[in-house]
């Protein structure tokens, strides 16, 4: 227990203090803008019909959590974090906590059905290019996946949608009701996900083939099943644990242009309709959630360290590990 306390505990408070400093840093670039954003956000909500009585306005700050200064609504609004309260919105007048909590489960399905085809995708070209033979052959497999960042999301989302939906009719153009619905956005997002994975991958795949412990298994006969497997794969494995945590952040965050093309309610959607209507406190919540998600991925990513790498164990309980 106090090896593994003392593995987790640093790594405990950096994820704290990802949370404080996402937090912090939004609050202050969002207060440093231009003009009073309660007046701003109803102008968007209520064109020139908004009042602008001053007894009125300091009412509907209040309201709003917007009241008093700065410094003020920055204690307040952190400590309501710990109770989960992220304020209340300015253009529907609901709790900001449950607009995120009704919208999160849609972007978490496409995120979660966008890293395992992207992830099986790379794994998939990766071990295809590595034993492809003759060598022209495997240079042409690795310019494949490269290809899903070079298409931008909204150009590849528009031909899946042409295709699949309005030509052969098998998926639904948009929506969010059932699994159809997240196939395509799924597909469009798995493209940079899975390119962004093959690159790391593959170089560690390939470097790992070229190592001597590689060479002594060929040499006594084993298949090159186990090969791959047991001794090339598994050895790549590590510096790919880091990327597959900084796709999860992307893909929490990442959505926006997705759900746009396939009208889609989720986190990147609620962001854009929030910073169209200058609702501050609604973009705020957001950052706030997709930051918390990001370090609590980096947490474990950071933690499976610990059990996938033996070197790390070693240097924590002096021994050598099995």
């Known amino acids: 227990m106090r090896v593994i306390a003392r593995f987790l505990i640093p790594k405990l408070v950096q994820c704290i203090f ?168 799924g597909i469009t997002l798995a493209l940079p996900t899975g390119a962004i994975f093959f690159q790391v991958f593959s170089a560690a795949v390939f470097d790992a083939g070229a190592s001597a412990f590689v060479f002594t298994a060929n040499a006594k006969g084993l298949a090159q099943r186990t090969v791959v497997l047991r001794h090339v794969m598994r050895n790549a494995l590590l510096p790919s644990i880091t990327i597959i945590g900084l796709q999860v952040g992307y893909l929490a965050g990442g959505t926006a242009v997705v759900e746009t093309v396939f009208s889609r309610d989720g986190i990147g959607r609620l962001t854009v309709d929030a910073v169209l209507a200058r609702d501050i406190n609604v973009v705020l919540g957001v950052v706030v959630v997709v930051g918390t998600v990001y370090a609590v991925v980096t947490l474990i990513v950071d933690s499976l360290y610990g059990v996938v790498d033996p070197r790390t164990r070693t240097k924590l309980t002096g021994r050598v590990a099995r």
């Open 18 to 185: 990802v949370v404080w400093a996402t937090y912090t840093v939004a609050f202050l670039l969002i207060h440093a803008l231009p003009g009073d954003p309660v007046q701003a956000a109803l102008a968007v909500k209520g064109g020139d019909a908004t009042s602008t009585d001053p007894e009125q306005l300091e009412r509907i700050r209040e309201r709003y959590g917007l009241d008093g200064p700065v410094w003020m609504q920055y204690i307040t609004n952190f400590l309501g974090l710990f109770r989960g309260d992220l304020g209340v919105s300015i253009a529907t007048g609901a709790p900001v906590s449950d607009m995120i909590a009704r919208a999160l489960p849609h972007t978490a399905a496409v995120a979660a059905f966008a890293l395992v085809l992207g992830l099986v995708g790379a794994i998939g070209f990766t071990v295809w290019a590595y034993l492809a033979r003759p060598a022209w052959v495997r240079n042409v497999i690795v310019q494949i996946p490269p290809l899903g960042i070079a298409i931008p999301a909204f150009l590849s989302g528009l031909v899946l949608i042409s295709v699949f939906s309005f030509a052969l009719g098998i998926f639904p153009a948009s929506g969010t009701s059932g699994f159809a619905s997240v196939v395509l956005p």
